[in-house]
């Protein structure tokens, strides 16, 4: 059974940084693209941003370019999201999700093609 479990969550002053992880078992991790997908209170869900396992290569939103860090750990089927300069307009829900590496990287940031999501780790930057 394929899963995604995210962790690393939690409470941040603005300016802050945190680290969330997400642990992938259960399907060919190289053959996928993992994304961090988040939600804030009463709004729809936004692509933040995605690596391809296998290229290496990443994307950002425009929000979090120059901010946040996409990387994975090919051993530990592990892709992180390392988040600097936290906004209070960060706050929100972030999931994971995988998706095939076959698509281009605008299918995959339209959002309608992950094949597993994780349950969400919740963020939150405020004083």
């Known amino acids: 059974e394929a899963q995604l479990v995210e962790s690393g969550g939690g409470l941040v002053q603005p300016g802050g940084s945190l680290r969330l992880s997400c642990a992938a078992s259960g399907f060919p991790f190289a053959d996928y693209a993992l994304s961090w997908v988040r939600q804030a209170p009463g709004k729809g869900r936004e692509w933040v941003s995605t690596i391809y396992i296998y290229s290496g290569n990443t994307y950002y939103a425009d929000v979090v370019q120059g901010r946040f860090t996409i990387s994975a750990d090919n051993t530990k089927n592990t892709v992180y999201l390392t988040m600097n300069t936290l906004k209070p307009e960060d706050t929100a829900l972030y999931y994971c999700?995988?998706?095939?590496?076959?698509?281009?990287?605008?299918?995959?940031?339209?959002?309608?093609?992950?094949?597993?999501w994780g349950q969400g780790t919740q963020v939150t930057v405020s004083s």
């Open positions: 999700a995988a998706a095939p590496n076959a698509l281009t990287r605008w299918t995959i940031e339209e959002g309608n093609s992950y094949d597993y």
